[in-house]
């Protein structure tokens, strides 16, 4: 390796690291200050909070990573050309491309590492935060029930103003939610004046007694016409107890580990997975649709043939039966068809929530590939980027660095959402921010080394108000002088 291919790369190192690090507990104190809110006072070790936050560290590398890729370029090729460093490169006669050689080399290196660190770090650590969490919440239970938002455990929502006592277990103001297996809404709510959590050792049950509130159900009532009419039942209570399963928060098998959530597989896993749960969806589907033909066949196929022939080629079977027949019959097709319609309404809604687990696990598997070409694409823009500009420091920098990130995040952020309530496919959705930038990283790469440049022209934002700070000053002279 050349002295200046060394060179090159121990500055960028340098403050690749330096950004790494600052933009790594930035984001750390960012993402778990409410799991600090939760951890501060219940008496846990320092080791046990020390634990707490390397497990639940690692997933903040996939959002860290490309920003101080980007940061760090723009920073290191903006100081080498405002120093006029690229100049006396230049006449030397290494361009643009050969100095990057010896920096292309470690950020392909680079994604090869988040890829696997991705694969197999992230979900190790994930699976022990949670394991982590539940030995915690087994401790101390009123942990999983954080103060003024509601906490969500398995179909069950809820939400305490205050809580008091010495584990948290006293709570004040108690809000519960719970949703329909159907996903039609709440099912029933709960408001409570205050409520008392009890857990037993070794026991994934937490009990909970509620005090002085009222019960809200919603009725669903056989009549499809009535449900139209939204009825409910209300009941006051003095004291309610409810069991809340803590399964539902973190899923162990019979050895009380947790076995399976998406973030926790490796690409292998999540390829089986992937393959089982659309099996099993076809075959819902294929169940679904095979029950439905049956069940219209069954209901239209006359019982008897008395008339002779087809009975499908009569004009009217009504009028071969009595009066009072009629309405009988079109009683029946009435009701059948509205409970054809509730069924094929709550069977949709079932096959729409496995889709959506499916896009998940599609998402998380896309991500582990996103997450190494994200290194590659935030270089490709930060280092001509900063070529270009050339303004190295904090200031400028940043900037378009931070403008650069928040496009990405958004999009990315975006994309993952409507692909995972299945509105466009889990691959477009994870990857449309890599594909709207990857131009700009071409444009941009392309112009730099071929010494083109980019004019930055700010006049638009600057000029109205140079042009009416003038005028100002104008009529202040103008004034004076009368």
Same mark, same amino acid.
């Given at each position: 390796?050349?002295?200046?291919?060394?060179?090159?790369?121990?500055?960028?190192?340098?403050?690749?690291?330096?950004?790494?690090?600052?933009?790594?507990?930035?984001?750390?104190?960012?993402?778990?200050?409410?799991?600090?809110?939760?951890?501060?006072?219940?008496?846990?070790?320092?080791?046990?909070?020390?634990?707490?936050?390397?497990?639940?560290?690692?997933?903040?590398?996939?959002?860290?990573?490309?920003?101080?890729?980007?940061?760090?370029?723009?920073?290191?090729?903006?100081?080498?050309?405002?120093?006029?460093?690229?100049?006396? &490169?230049?006449?030397?006669?290494?361009?643009?491309?050969?100095?990057?050689?010896?920096?292309?080399?470690?950020?392909?290196?680079?994604?090869?590492?988040?890829?696997?660190?991705?694969?197999?770090?992230?979900?190790?650590?994930?699976?022990?935060?949670?394991?982590?969490?539940?030995?915690?919440?087994?401790?101390?239970?009123?942990?999983?029930?954080?103060?003024?938002?509601?906490?969500?455990?398995?179909?069950?929502?809820?939400?305490?103003?205050?809580?008091?006592?010495?584990?948290?277990?006293?709570?004040?103001?108690?809000? &519960?939610?719970?949703?329909?297996?159907?996903?039609?809404?709440?099912?029933?709510?709960?408001?409570?004046?205050?409520?008392?959590?009890?857990?037993?050792?070794?026991?994934?049950?937490?009990?909970?007694?509620?005090?002085?509130?009222?019960?809200?159900?919603?009725?669903?009532?056989?009549?499809?016409?009535?449900?139209?009419?939204?009825?409910?039942?209300?009941?006051?209570?003095?004291?309610?107890?409810?069991?809340?399963?803590?399964?539902?928060?973190?899923?162990?098998?019979?050895?009380?580990?947790?076995?399976?959530?998406?973030? &926790?597989?490796?690409?292998?896993?999540?390829?089986?997975?992937?393959?089982?749960?659309?099996? +099993?969806?076809?075959?819902?589907?294929?169940?679904?649709?095979?029950?439905?033909?049956?069940?219209?066949?069954?209901?239209?196929?006359?019982?008897?043939?008395?008339?002779?022939?087809?009975?499908?080629?009569?004009?009217?079977?009504?009028?071969?039966?009595?009066?009072?027949?009629?309405?009988?019959?079109?009683?029946?097709?009435?009701?059948?068809?509205?409970?054809?319609?509730?069924?094929?309404?709550?069977?949709?809604?079932?096959?729409?929530?496995?889709?959506?687990?499916?896009?998940?696990?599609?998402?998380?598997?896309?991500?582990?590939?996103?997450?190494?070409?994200?290194?590659?694409?935030?270089?490709?823009?930060?280092?001509?980027?900063?070529?270009?500009?050339?303004?190295?420091?904090?200031?400028?920098?940043?900037?378009?660095?931070?403008?650069?990130?928040?496009?990405?995040?958004?999009?990315?952020?975006?994309?993952?959402?409507?692909?995972?309530?299945?509105?466009?496919?889990?691959?477009?959705?994870?990857? &449309?921010?890599?594909?709207?930038?990857?131009?700009?990283?071409?444009?941009?790469?392309?112009?730099?080394? +071929?010494?083109?440049?980019?004019?930055?022209?700010?006049?638009?934002?600057?000029?109205?108000?140079?042009?009416?700070?003038?005028?100002?000053?104008?009529?202040?002279?103008?004034?004076?002088?009368?």
């Amino acid at each position: 390796m050349k002295i200046l291919d060394r060179y090159i790369l121990k500055s960028f190192l340098i403050t690749f690291a330096t950004v790494f690090v600052i933009l790594f507990f930035i984001f750390i104190l960012q993402g778990i200050w409410l799991f600090i809110a939760e951890l501060a006072g219940k008496d846990l070790d320092a080791w046990l909070v020390f634990q707490f936050l390397l497990f639940y560290s690692p997933k903040m590398i996939p959002l860290v990573l490309p920003l101080s890729i980007l940061l760090a370029s723009i920073m290191t090729f903006g100081s080498f050309a405002e120093n006029y460093e690229f100049a006396a &490169m230049k006449s030397s006669g290494i361009s643009l491309k050969r100095a990057m050689q010896s920096l292309n080399i470690f950020i392909v290196l680079l994604s090869f590492v988040s890829f696997f660190f991705a694969n197999n770090v992230i979900p190790k650590a994930e699976y022990n935060f949670v394991n982590l969490r539940k030995e915690i919440f087994h401790t101390k239970p009123a942990m999983a029930i954080a103060e003024g938002l509601f906490n969500k455990i398995g179909n069950i929502s809820i939400k305490v103003n205050k809580k008091s006592g010495e584990k948290g277990e006293q709570l004040q103001g108690v809000t &519960m939610h719970e949703k329909s297996n159907l996903g039609t809404g709440n099912k029933s709510v709960i408001k409570a004046k205050r409520g008392l959590l009890i857990n037993e050792e070794n026991s994934n049950i937490l009990k909970l007694d509620l005090f002085d509130g009222y019960y809200y159900e919603d009725v669903m009532p056989k009549n499809y016409e009535e449900r139209k009419r939204e009825p409910f039942a209300k009941a006051a209570f003095k004291k309610y107890r409810v069991n809340i399963d803590l399964t539902a928060l973190n899923p162990v098998d019979e050895n009380e580990k947790i076995t399976n959530t998406n973030t &926790m597989l490796t690409l292998n896993e999540l390829n089986f997975t992937i393959d089982s749960l659309e099996t +099993n969806l076809k075959k819902d589907k294929l169940s679904f649709a095979d029950n439905i033909i049956q069940g219209t066949d069954y209901a239209l196929k006359p019982r008897h043939n008395t008339a002779g022939g087809d009975p499908y080629k009569a004009k009217d079977l009504l009028s071969l039966m009595a009066p009072d027949m009629q309405y009988k019959v079109l009683e029946i097709a009435k009701n059948n068809i509205t409970s054809l319609n509730y069924s094929i309404d709550s069977n949709s809604a079932d096959l729409l929530e496995k889709q959506k687990n499916i896009n998940v696990h599609w998402i998380v598997l896309h991500e582990k590939f996103v997450v190494a070409f994200s290194c590659l694409l935030m270089f490709f823009i930060g280092a001509p980027l900063g070529a270009i500009i050339r303004k190295g420091g904090l200031g400028l920098p940043i900037v378009f660095a931070v403008l650069i990130f928040i496009i990405y995040h958004f999009i990315n952020t975006f994309g993952k959402k409507v692909a995972q309530e299945n509105g466009i496919p889990p691959f477009l959705g994870t990857w &449309m921010a890599s594909i709207v930038l990857t131009p700009l990283a071409i444009f941009l790469t392309y112009r730099a080394t +071929n010494d083109i440049g980019v004019m930055i022209n700010f006049d638009w934002i600057t000029l109205p108000f140079q042009k009416l700070s003038e005028k100002l000053f104008k009529n202040n002279n103008n004034q004076n002088g009368n």
